[in-house]
């Protein structure tokens, strides 16, 4: 058992358990007597971290035997924090059991979180698609979305994956072939309120069906997805969106932010300079984790553009962006609609692209989709991937699902869900097809052999 | 090459066989991949057989799709250091990620040709005893189209000079490129020819039932005129199932996964 050796008034008092061999109670008095000590420093703070397997206290009876042994030498609060709270908060490492190495990574650059084989992601701006894509964008990886032509589902994509980078305030390079592009960036959404954050996390909670007072459940599973867990912290990696909410205009300052048209231009010369001289400035130097940057361009082959038709001149600047954008920290996010490319070309782009994704619009009123899928009336759309990012890594990520359905969660925030299969009406007599049964009855539920 | 774990990928192709004269050398591999299913881990499997430390080939690796620092991570849990082998001038690694031949039509050939001119100098600047063990890979081919603007002409002049360097030098020249951009063309001639001219085929594709955490595709390989060992030649078709991992690829005979 080991215990700061006289440690000076502003030192951090702490507390080293080794629980298999040390019961609790004599933790609780060795850590009093050590706050005894030091009656006069300002801010004593005791860090007990404790394996969950090993102590079967709870954390209220805990805190509340800790507080009684050592209320009277010191007015502060006594706060039962959970370990990566612990660990943020005070300065130096406090106990070799903690698990949950993972907290570390969140003190870098705010929105960039370390990820397997040397690769760094940022997020995409939808949880779900974060989750689904384990992590996020990666850094230095071109991301396409092949749009549909009858529904702007890939705009909602844009706009959340614009809005992340601002609210991180990452560089932001946007590239339209409308008219004005910059008027696109009062539509972007913004973070939602804190306060409906708390209560959809209490409402979730509460849905998860037990509640178990030990949440043992937060240091098990290493690999649980470290956005979840610091809700109350401003940077979070990826922020919960509000559509009907527009983006602060401070966050879109011409530093910032730069907006490309491209409609008008003969060819793809000039956007490839802006892309060069932008990417240039996040340059990829070894160890460093500097400010990501990204780069949306929408609608890349739109037929408004003169370099519509330039079949290889558009491949040329694919490839050369993927060339430069592989030793930087950005991402760059490629909207375009694959019908107006001959289908020889359009598998040349998803062959260059490093994650791809589609969108598609689902019709309404379609009654046979009503009665295949369940919650068919929310649905705005389908969004299915098709390929994930592997940097570094030759193994291929094969998804459980790969076809999501969008949903606006009290129209106003974007999720993504499996598709379930609505439950099969009973009284059609479907399940027991007449086909299969030995008896050849097409009574439905009786069991004959 | 005995010692080795030998898998059914390394038998399909030949390397079975006793490693003095390198199985593959004088011989065209063109390796095809779609979207849903890449075939660079075959390309990843050749790099770490060739630089076996029974063999003395080098690797000339004209990249067009990754940088180094790609293929260094994913060889080094291979089990094979990209670095050391730079170092002792075994892998000589060109990074064509950013060439763009000009756009004039006279001179788009001009990048390629200087490529070509830049492999064949450095197979000549090598010393004697290496020279007659060089392999040459191309990551991958429809990047090179695009490089040269579309010149599927010039895209194919350039690898029939490398073709003609295989029968020279007793090189090997393996490729990488995606049969599905092909299929929909009407006169794919320059995967037909690549088809033609290669003596080794390899074909990744999903399974028909989708892909699967398990098995992630399956490996068609044509061998043409292997003749080897038994002094037979004639056509050998192969066909597993493949499971990519980060240390290994693990190939197995359908139905046949314990």
């Not at chain 2, 390198?22 to 011989?27: A, I, V």
């Amino acid at each position: 058992m080991k215990a700061a050796q006289t440690p000076h008034k502003k030192e951090v008092p702490c507390v080293f358990g080794r629980p298999p061999q040390l019961p609790i109670t004599k933790i609780i008095r060795l850590s009093a007597a050590l706050l005894a000590r030091h009656r006069r420093c300002s801010t004593p703070t005791a860090a007990l971290s404790l394996p969950p397997r090993v102590c079967s206290l709870r954390p209220e009876s805990l805190s509340c035997r800790l507080s009684t042994i050592y209320s009277w030498h010191f007015t502060g609060k006594t706060k039962l924090c959970s370990v990566d709270a612990a660990m943020a908060t005070t300065k130096p490492r406090l106990s070799s059991f903690s698990r949950n190495l993972s907290a570390v990574s969140s003190s870098q650059t705010p929105g960039v979180k370390c990820g397997p084989n040397g690769t760094m992601f940022v997020s995409s701006g939808i949880a779900d698609l974060d989750k689904i894509l384990g992590g996020g964008f990666p850094l230095g990886s071109l991301v396409m979305v092949m749009e549909d032509a009858e529904a702007p589902h890939h705009m909602l994509l844009l706009r959340n994956f614009m809005s992340q980078g601002l609210v991180h305030g990452q560089p932001l390079l946007y590239a339209s072939p409308s008219k004005d592009p910059r008027g696109f960036l009062g539509t972007l959404p913004s973070p939602a309120s804190l306060k409906h954050d708390k209560s959809r996390d209490r409402e979730s909670e509460q849905e998860k069906g037990l509640r178990i007072a030990w949440q043992y459940k937060k240091y098990m599973g290493e690999n649980q997805p470290n956005f979840d867990s610091h809700r109350d912290n401003k940077q979070d990696y990826c922020n919960e969106f509000d559509l009907r909410k527009p983006l602060e205009r401070h966050y879109f300052t011409r530093q910032r932010v730069n907006c490309v048209g491209i409609q008008d231009s003969k060819n793809l010369a000039a956007l490839q300079e802006h892309c060069a001289s932008f990417l240039a400035q996040h340059q990829r130097n070894d160890g460093s984790c500097a400010l990501a940057g990204r780069i949306a361009i929408q609608s890349l082959c739109a037929p408004q553009c003169e370099h519509s038709n330039m079949d290889w001149e558009m491949l040329s600047f694919i490839k050369s962006l993927k060339g430069m954008v592989r030793s930087s920290n950005a991402v760059v996010v490629i909207t375009f609609p694959p019908s107006l490319l001959s289908l020889s070309s359009t598998k040349r782009w998803q062959h260059m692209a490093d994650t791809l994704l589609s969108v598609a619009a689902i019709p309404d009123e379609d009654k046979e989709l009503a009665k295949l899928l369940s919650g068919y009336q929310d649905m705005v759309g389908l969004l299915n991937v098709h390929k994930v990012a592997r940097l570094n890594t030759q193994v291929p990520f094969i998804l459980e699902a790969t076809t999501f359905s969008i949903k606006l969660q009290k129209r106003r925030f974007l999720v993504l869900e499996c598709l379930n299969q609505a439950p099969v009406d009973g009284s059609s007599g479907s399940s027991y097809g007449t086909s299969g049964s030995c008896s050849g009855s097409s009574k439905a539920g009786t069991l004959d052999f | 090459m005995e010692n080795q774990n030998l898998n059914l990928l390394d038998r399909a192709l030949g390397l079975d066989g006793p490693s003095e004269p390198w199985p593959l050398s004088g011989r065209v591999v063109l390796i095809e991949d779609c979207v849903e299913t890449s075939g660079s881990f075959v390309l990843h499997q050749l790099v770490k057989r060739s630089l076996s430390p029974t063999s003395s080939n080098v690797i000339i690796f004209v990249a067009f799709a990754n940088p180094f620092s790609h293929y260094d991570r994913i060889l080094r849990k291979l089990g094979c250091n990209l670095v050391t082998q730079r170092d002792n001038k075994r892998f000589i690694f060109f990074d064509m990620l950013m060439l763009r031949c000009p756009d004039e039509g006279k001179s788009s050939e001009g990048g390629l040709v200087l490529l070509y001119e830049k492999i064949l100098k450095t197979i000549c600047g090598l010393p004697g005893d290496k020279k007659d063990y060089v392999t040459i890979m191309i990551d991958d081919i429809s990047l090179v189209e695009v490089a040269a603007n579309g010149g599927s002409d010039y895209v194919l002049d350039f690898l029939h000079y490398c073709h003609a360097l295989t029968s020279e030098f007793d090189c090997s020249l393996i490729t990488l490129n995606h049969e599905d951009i092909y299929s929909s063309m009407e006169r794919p001639t320059l995967i037909l020819q690549m088809e033609y001219l290669a003596d080794i085929l390899i074909k990744a594709e999903p399974l028909s039932t989708g892909l699967a955490t398990d098995v992630h595709g399956q490996l068609t390989v044509l061998n043409k005129g292997t003749s080897h060992r038994l002094g037979r030649s004639g056509n050998k078709i192969h066909n597993f199932h493949y499971k990519v991992k980060e240390n290994t690829v693990e190939y197995f005979y359908p139905g046949s996964r314990v």
